[in-house]
């Protein structure tokens, strides 16, 4: 859906148990845009998937976990080593 | 605890850093909080990045300014806290945020809000699909990290941004599918009367056409009096349906940008109890603020487009004028030196705000709340539908808070960030009462979602 304009300095991460390759200072919204992924949870009224809206923090709509913490992906910064899990997760 | 700042500053785009650079200059104790990792706002974000990677020209020259405003703002000596989101704020002032995990409370006597706008909610059937985002969230992308769009991709709405977006988006190879501009017809006309006051803006204008004249050059089609927009798809986004010169038509779409407008954000003004006002013109409320920023509450002030939506040049006048406010209220300079500091400033705002009657008219917003079918969700958290408010007011509830009683429209994780203003114009279209008088969400501290163990360690202070 979207790809980088700028050399790729890599970071990887782990998303839902799979290794990847995130773009140093790039958000985890931003990564898994890249990666034809719009969709990171479900709503919790109706269970439909769900993505990110505004990328400012200000809709919420891009909540995940991160090392263990409900987080915003697109207020996220990519770190090595960072595991996310969206609710997508089987 | 670290004695009281001088002044606290909320946001560090253009508005912030003017005000920060100022205090500084008058010998202020300043500090800065910002939610985002680098100075700049959402006008200059990651501008640094992006002028080191060498890909800031495509974005624009207003993008580029931002560089050197940002390397003068961390050279003066303002302390500054990055990624630093401000959840609590107490009478005082005694400001709570979490950063990186941890908590901090910190002490200012005073404090200018410099937070921003926020794109007006467009809500169009269907826009809760993975793959509609609003403009702003793809010149986010294009800034940091530099990502641009591979599948087709359509605009809609209207406002500068949405010509802004185009070029930017031409610029990165990212030719728009479409760009459906949902004005109603004539309304260019409507507003020629005030392109005389607006040509003290003479630059900006010019700007504005070269950057149709480039799409145009690029044959990007262009389609005036669009209505109807809805975002179709099974799970995520498939296509875009609209209505054009009285026909429907459907465009194949991988993301449906939207587009009707920017809005200050009150959320942090409204949980400090400042007082509000509706802004016909820019169908928005707007924390009353006079020509220094202060609002209702002393020692409160607020700049840039989180007290109304004037531009970036204007911006940073008004960051400038609510730090010599700053100073004065501290008493480290007289009434007439900040008369005699701020006359350049003042003039210089009333000038850089010129053209704004100009552009609220042509680019007024195209939502018409009356005309939203019921079953579009209006509380993207809770799902509650346009419907649903217009029974909840048909039973009576004819205030923001009766509606997110009855249907608990407000009630999610973004705290009515994203409908307060839907709901409160749907409230007054289908009640039939002016939007002042049925006022704006009453937001409440914590400003965002906060763990207990955040909460508990609330209170605890020492440097971040």
């Known amino acids: ?90 | 605890m670290r004695r009281a700042y001088d002044l606290a500053i909320v946001g560090a785009g253009p508005a912030g850093m003017a005000a920060a650079m100022e205090a500084r200059r008058l010998g202020l104790d300043v500090l800065v909080v910002d939610e985002q990792v680098a100075p700049g706002g959402q006008i200059w974000r990651g501008v640094e990045e992006a002028v080191r990677e060498r890909r800031a020209a495509g974005l624009g020259s207003d993008y580029l300014a931002g560089a050197e405003p940002v390397e003068t703002f961390r050279a003066a000596g303002a302390d500054y806290w990055p990624e630093a989101i401000v959840w609590h704020v107490e009478d005082g002032f005694r400001v709570t945020v979490s950063r990186r995990g941890a908590v901090h409370t910190f002490a200012a006597h005073r404090l200018i809000l410099a937070t921003g706008a926020m794109e007006r909610p467009m809500p169009v059937p269907g826009w809760t699909l993975p793959g509609v985002m609003s403009v702003g969230a793809l010149q986010i992308l294009l800034k940091t990290p530099g990502a641009a769009p591979t599948g087709p991709v359509v605009l809609a709405g209207t406002g500068p941004l949405v010509l802004a977006l185009a070029n930017q988006l031409l610029a990165a190879g990212a030719r728009p599918a479409a760009i459906l501009d949902t004005r109603p017809p004539g309304r260019a006309l409507r507003a020629l009367p005030l392109l005389p006051a607006a040509l003290a803006s003479a630059g900006l204008v010019a700007r504005g056409l070269a950057m149709i004249a480039r799409l145009r050059l690029a044959r990007i089609p262009m389609l005036n009096g669009v209505s109807a927009v809805e975002a179709v798809g099974d799970t995520q986004l498939e296509g875009v349906a609209f209505t054009h010169r009285g026909q429907r038509k459907t465009l194949q779409a991988a993301i449906l940008a939207l587009h009707d407008g920017i809005v200050p954000n009150i959320h942090l003004s409204a949980a400090l109890g400042c007082a509000h006002d509706w802004d016909e013109d820019q169908a928005c409320f707007h924390p009353r603020v006079d020509a220094y920023g202060d609002t209702s509450l002393a020692g409160v002030a607020i700049v840039g487009d989180a007290a109304s939506i004037q531009g970036v040049a204007a911006a940073r006048h008004s960051g400038c004028l609510a730090a010599v406010q700053a100073a004065c209220a501290l008493g480290r300079i007289s009434e007439q030196e900040r008369d005699r500091h701020c006359a350049g400033a003042l003039r210089a705002l009333r000038r850089a705000r010129a053209i704004r009657p100009l552009l609220d008219r042509i680019y007024a917003p195209t939502v018409r709340h009356e005309a939203i079918p019921d079953h579009v969700i209006l509380c993207r958290c809770e799902e509650v539908t346009a419907g649903d408010i217009r029974a909840a007011v048909r039973l009576g509830a004819h205030g923001p808070r009766q509606v997110k009683s009855y249907t608990r429209a407000g009630m999610g994780p973004c705290q009515g960030r994203m409908c307060g203003l839907t709901v409160s114009r749907l409230i007054a279209a289908e009640a039939g009462i002016p939007p002042e008088e049925v006022g704006y969400p009453r937001a409440r501290f914590p400003l965002k979602p906060v763990t207990v163990a955040e909460l508990a360690a609330a209170g605890d202070t020492g440097p971040a």
């Open chain 1, 1 to 90: 859906m979207f790809r980088l304009l700028p050399q790729p300095e890599p970071v990887p991460v782990t998303i839902d148990g799979r290794s990847h390759l995130a773009q140093r200072g790039e958000t985890v919204a931003s990564l898994l845009l890249r990666l034809d992924q719009p969709s990171m949870r479900r709503s919790a009224v109706s269970g439909a998937l769900r993505g990110p809206y505004c990328m400012m923090g200000v809709c919420y709509e891009c909540l995940v976990e991160i090392d263990g913490r409900p987080a915003q992906a697109c207020m996220s910064r990519v770190a090595e080593g960072m595991n996310i899990r969206t609710g997508l997760a089987p």
